[in-house]
């Protein structure tokens, strides 16, 4: 489609690690060629770099300190960042409809597409859990949950009606994979944090935490010891880990769990599902049952023109004996952003393209308290080296000197000074001087389903 | 109303500088007398150090560093934080009602009150003004301006239309008084850094900025020649700035002053009125025409339990020889907190109160580009040196070491890094997974009236 007067335009759809890191790595391979733009479209005009998510909503991280502008990491006059939503795809039409903050939809023509819209919380179907949990998928959900945390605690604090006081200081996550563990390890540290700095009228026994998952382990995506190591650090700071157990049912002031329990809380945290954009399974490429594109092991998907990349991707590992795919993981998807950059400017050269390959350098996951668990070229770590391994780790890959700083000095002050109850409201950050100003309760009264 | 029994209550209206230093300052007093408690009731749960707002939307300043929570500052066990919006004050009744977090209204009882609500923007019924400006008197304003204003560089750049591109970098202030200076210097400093560092597809020419003022000067607050200076500095830098010229009327894409010129522009900031919180003129206390309380030089109101301080009160200065009163300065507020404490103290003990007295220090502002205007002492000082002497006021002013600390650092950090255009969206913080997650457009266009 590419014709000598226009340049060759790759649109990469998705502002995610998978999507940044191929414009990123695209830019470096075409050094000073002419003949290809970037585009990239993405909700927000920066990258979240979520794995340091669980700190924010915790205040030991400055929201901004782990979110990089897009327009910072990429530089070359010929790419484009266009802060928008997807609407629709059409890999047959090579057009892909946008809406950008005019409110008005865009049609962006391409002649190679780059799939990396990554997941969204999934949520089963459970009744109520749409309704009132929150994720910690995006910034919105880790502002979201550290302010109904403080909610809570404020209204705890007031309460003289021991029932509704017990729910108010129950907290509950769903989900024990990594992004459970890590979001309740640090929900806890915060939670009994504040409560003894701030809010001494409520007593520590006062506060009661949940950690409930439908599988027989703690962090599945480890060996059964660290799990276990996991689970019982976990459950010596208070925890009550319910293993084997769904979530039946979330309401208001409560959750039904297992064979029909029901834990009084106002609080929880989904971390137990991920599925890709629905869009992606509309666009016309190859869908596995989950709605993941089914790409070869170069990253192409059925239509020539488009790849696939992330967790929005099927990848299959070639040198697998069982022939699983690739994990969903944000290590994973940097590694494949390097290969597909080179695939796609070899694929406008009419080279051939080649498999992404790679072995995983390990996994670590922070529990709090100074305490991780993980396996790290197949050793196994626990205890403080890996929570420090894992905090060098992910400061190793936060991107640019700038940030690196902001997160150091973000966990010396920390250390020295501690976190602190502020809730932040800016939610009515969109409205102008008509805003009435008036209070919005951030935890739903519509019904009292109790 | 005291009884034996159950100790004073004195109820404070208003979480800022005057509300919050009262309590501040009655804790001191009471030391560890038990028989007086202190309520404060505050929209939200941490004081806004607003003098350093403008450097908030700028991205300067993180916005938790200029916020503290009340808890950090007031500690007493009986003192109480209420997170709430005061829906009614019955002075006769000694009832105030309160809206919390949980959508039911509560009655809070009081022996003493003290009115500490401050001000909120005036628009003077200037037409459009509530609908399509900001203001700069909270986080979430300063959070507002920041993010149209980067939602406009990225509109701009894809933009083709002259028109609409024209409207979109055109930037108006409204108001050159202290806040509207600071603001317009801030906001100018900012658009000019990120466009040169991240939108270099826009040219620099291709921005506009005014200042729109209806007195024949600028900064009123100040003598004529710093005025004076400030207007060259701002205009030497690009502004067009328009004295004696009201503001017509705001529509979506333009702006209507003077006698009819028309400038087109998505981005009016106003920051050309404050008026007292409305609910103190239906407290059934005195107030004048303006809605204000009026006090005696002691902050006592015609209802002898109930007190006024800060900018929701006219406060006579008995040594002022044209007796006006004194200005709505949280220097003042500061000061007055002090007296008002000791008045409490010695109404509750039985003892006469004394007039708040004060003569001020001086005033000092910030334009912008590390340059200031102000006087000190009676003394004159302008440039770098002014710039200087208002950073650190104002860094002495901030409250504890932690504070202190993290403002320091963001200024170093910001002074070798350069600030960014992230535009944090957190808007629905308080949506749970049903959230749709859909952009909504910091811009409204419902209408379009050009």
Tied chains: 1, 2.
């Excluded at 302010?147 to 029932?163: K, Q, S, T």
């Excluded at 780790?393 to 000074?417: C, E, H, M, Q």
Aim: neutral net charge; glycine residues 10%; hydrophobic residues 40%.
């Amino acid at each position: 489609m590419s014709s000598a007067q226009r340049p060759h335009r790759v649109l990469i759809l998705g502002g995610g690690f998978a999507g940044v890191m191929t414009a990123q790595a695209l830019e470096r391979r075409l050094g000073k060629r002419r003949d290809v733009e970037i585009w990239l479209v993405s909700r927000d005009n920066f990258m979240l770099f979520t794995p340091l998510l669980p700190e924010v909503c915790s205040g030991v991280l400055e929201p901004r300190h782990v979110v990089m502008p897009l327009r910072g990491m990429l530089h070359h006059q010929s790419t484009w960042c266009i802060t928008a939503d997807v609407e629709a795809i059409d890999t047959q039409g090579h057009v892909v409809t946008v809406m950008g903050g005019d409110g008005d939809p865009h049609r962006l023509q391409y002649d190679t597409l780059v799939l990396a819209l990554g997941g969204i919380t999934h949520t089963f179907g459970i009744p109520g859990l749409e309704e009132h949990a929150v994720g910690m998928k995006t910034l919105a959900d880790a502002f979201g949950l550290r302010n109904r945390v403080i909610e809570m605690l404020e209204r705890a604090e007031l309460e003289d009606d021991p029932r509704i006081r017990q729910a108010d200081l129950t907290f509950v996550v769903g989900g024990a994979g990594l992004s459970g563990v890590e979001t309740a390890g640090e929900l806890e540290d915060f939670v009994r944090r504040v409560r003894r700095h701030y809010y001494p009228k409520i007593g520590e026994g006062d506060i009661h935490t949940y950690l409930v998952e439908l599988k027989n382990e703690v962090l599945a995506e480890l060996p059964p010891e660290m799990g276990a190591f996991a689970r019982q650090r976990l459950e010596r700071r208070g925890f009550e880990v319910r293993l084997g157990t769904p979530i039946r049912e979330v309401r208001e002031a409560e959750v039904v769990i297992g064979e029909g329990e029901v834990i009084p809380t106002r609080t929880v945290v989904w971390t137990g599902g991920v599925r890709p954009a629905p869009m992606v399974a509309r666009s016309g490429v190859e869908v596995d049952h989950a709605g993941r594109v089914k790409t070869r092991p170069t990253m192409e998907t059925s239509r020539s023109t488009a790849f696939a990349i992330g967790d929005c991707a099927v990848i299959p590992n070639v040198e697998d004996p069982d022939g699983r795919p690739f994990a969903p993981t944000a290590q994973n998807a940097v590694r494949e952003a390097k290969r597909l950059a080179a695939n796609i400017v070899a694929r406008i050269d009419g080279r051939p393209l080649s498999p992404y390959r790679y072995r995983t350098i390990g996994t670590l996951a922070s529990i709090g308290h100074h305490t991780g668990v993980g396996v790290v070229f197949g050793i196994r770590v626990r205890g403080w080296i890996a929570w420090f391994m894992w905090r060098g780790y992910y400061w190793s890959r936060v991107p640019g000197i700038n940030r690196k700083v902001r997160v150091g000095l973000d966990w010396v002050l920390t250390a020295l000074f501690g976190t602190d109850p502020v809730q932040l409201k800016v939610e009515d950050a969109s409205s102008a001087l008509g805003s009435t100003g008036r209070r919005r309760a951030p935890v739903r009264d519509r019904d009292t389903s109790d």
